[in-house]
């Protein structure tokens, strides 16, 4: 089993930056392809980049392209989503989850997600 938790969330202004952490727990995820996804109010979650367990990335092609870097560190078991020039519609609960080593596009394991809210 995998635990997975969220961290790095908060409050920032407008063109301001984050950086959220995601560290597993129970076993190891270093092959697991690993991704974040956020969802705002009233929306459906919506993926935001994913990365390989050899450190591939791959990112929406939304607002938040060139905008969101995502990384890892295996030894540390945890991934990163690095965010800057933040938007007011950059609000949202993010979460991490890590994909199934079996079956591409199935994210098996869920973070409980970290608030980010941009003021304007």
């Known amino acids: 089993q995998v635990e997975l938790v969220e961290s790095g969330g908060g409050l920032v202004q407008a063109g301001g930056s984050l950086r959220l952490s995601c560290t597993a727990s129970g076993r190891t995820v270093s092959r697991n392809a690993m991704g974040w996804f956020r969802q705002a109010p009233g929306k459906e979650r919506e993926f935001v980049a994913g990365i390989t367990w050899s450190g591939s990335s791959t990112y929406s092609q939304g607002s938040m392209k060139g905008r969101f870097t995502i990384s890892r560190d295996n030894a540390k078991n945890t991934v990163y989503l690095q965010m800057n020039s933040l938007k007011p519609e950059d609000t949202a609960v993010y979460y991490c989850?890590?994909?199934?080593?079996?079956?591409?596009?199935?994210?098996?394991?869920w973070g409980q997600g970290t608030q980010v809210t941009v003021s304007s």
């Open positions: 989850a890590a994909e199934s080593r079996a079956v591409a596009g199935v994210w098996n394991y």
